[in-house]
Structure formats: C-alpha cells, structure tokens
C-alpha cells in the first residue's frame, strides 16, 4: 500500500502563481523525499528533508515537514510553464522508500 | 557523466514470450532498485540490491519475474512468460550508499513494456 498520499491529485495554475501540494503519510520517518517526472522520463529528485528539520529551501522550491501531523508540502514559487510534471513525495519507513500517486501539476503560459 | 542507462527504451511482445530488461547503474553506486509504475498501482518496488546481493524482492508480483545483478554494472529483469497485464513502464534507479531508503535515488528514463 502506498506510504504517502499527495493533494491535489491534479492542479492547474497560470505561469507566475505559486503551487502547493501536500503529502500525507502513516508510519514514522526517518526522512520524506520529493520527485517530479516529466511526461514519459524518470523520476527526478528535488530536495530530502529530515525528520528533524521543518523546513527547507533550493530555488524556487520550499518543502515543509510537520511530523506531528505527520505532513508535508511542497511549495513551487513563480511556477514557470517547464514546472508542468507530476510530483511525488517519497517516505522511507525503513528499508525501502515508498511512493505516493503524485500531484499532476500543470502550468499554463 | 552518464546517468542511469536502460534497455530497450521501448518493448512490445506477445503474451507468452519472454522479456529482458536491462540496466546500468552509475558508476560508484552500490544500490539499485527496480520499480514499475502503472496507471492503477503507481509506482511499485519490485526489488532492491546492495552491493549485488538481493536485499528485499518482496515486491516481485509472482515467479514470472526474477532479477539478477552479476556484477556491480548490470542487472536484468526478466519477464517470463510474459503476460498483458505487466504492461507497463519499469525503471531502474541506483543510489550511492545502500541506505534504501535515506538517500537521493537516481532514475533512469524507463522501459515502456507492451504485452499484447
């Protein structure tokens, strides 16, 4: 069963507006991972945050972690029509790493 | 440098026949992970190396599927016999460290499997 749960499955912005999607998961982490995959590649990694860090930056990207409300979310700031791409969080809950279904995200020029 | 290299890129085979998917990790990684991602189930482990050595292949649907890593550069993914439902997109992915879970995983572009 899938360990993380994103919301939106699907969000549609304008070229400029910032976009949110949020990751819900179970069981504790040691840490909480975010991908995006562009239409027919692989995964690409984004940014890990630890379970003992609450906030994170690199670029445009901003990733919460509330491991209490055992939550977080991604933030893309001044989105750009190359954002287009699914996002998904990624949890180890030991020795593998667990996929959520992704936020498709789509930017409109 | 070259990333995470998979082949072929695209497959489309009968019910029946067997199907060989092929993967190089990058260089100097000593994890490797083969996923498959579906409509329906998303993206799935089906198994994880370290080092060579089987290390989880709980994810492995049923016994027409098997992985091997002979050496540090390749593994395969074999389907045999193959059926409609593995259709489907299989990708590869190495990590440096073989913590499976706690570090960055790279992907390769993927096998787009097509069973008729």
């Known amino acids: 069963s899938q360990q993380g749960e994103e919301d939106p499955q699907a969000l549609s912005i304008q070229e400029g507006e910032n976009a949110t999607m949020n990751c819900s998961y179970k069981?504790?982490?040691?840490?909480l991972q975010w991908y995006r995959q562009n239409s027919g590649r692989g995964l690409v990694h984004l940014i890990l945050?630890?379970?003992?860090?609450r906030e994170k930056h690199s670029g445009r990207l901003r990733v919460t972690l509330d491991t209490s409300k055992k939550s977080s979310s991604l933030l893309i700031t001044a989105s750009r029509a190359a954002d287009t791409a699914s996002y998904f969080c990624?949890?180890?809950?030991?020795?593998?790493?667990?996929f959520g279904e992704g936020t498709q995200l789509t930017v409109n020029p | 440098d070259a990333g995470v290299i998979q082949s072929p890129r695209h497959e489309v085979t009968e019910m029946g026949q067997e199907v060989t998917l092929r993967c190089k990790p990058i260089?100097?990684?000593?994890?490797l992970f083969w996923y498959r991602q579906t409509m329906m189930r998303g993206l799935e482990l089906l198994i994880y190396?370290?080092?060579?050595?089987?290390?989880?292949d709980s994810g492995m649907p049923e016994d027409r599927f098997s992985a091997k890593m002979p050496n540090a550069s390749f593994s395969t993914l074999k389907i045999q016999p193959s059926e409609p439902r593995d259709s489907a997109v299989y990708f590869c992915?190495?990590?440096?460290?073989?913590?499976?879970?706690?570090?960055?995983?790279?992907f390769g572009p993927g096998t787009r499997l097509l069973v008729l």
């Open positions: 992915a190495s990590s440096p460290n073989g913590l499976a879970g706690q570090e960055t995983q790279y």
């Open positions: 990624a949890t180890d809950g030991g020795s593998r790493l667990t």
């Open positions: 190396f370290n080092n060579n050595v089987p290390i989880d």
């Open positions: 945050i630890r379970s003992n860090e």
């Open positions: 069981t504790s982490i040691n840490n």
């Open positions: 260089s100097g990684h000593n994890s």
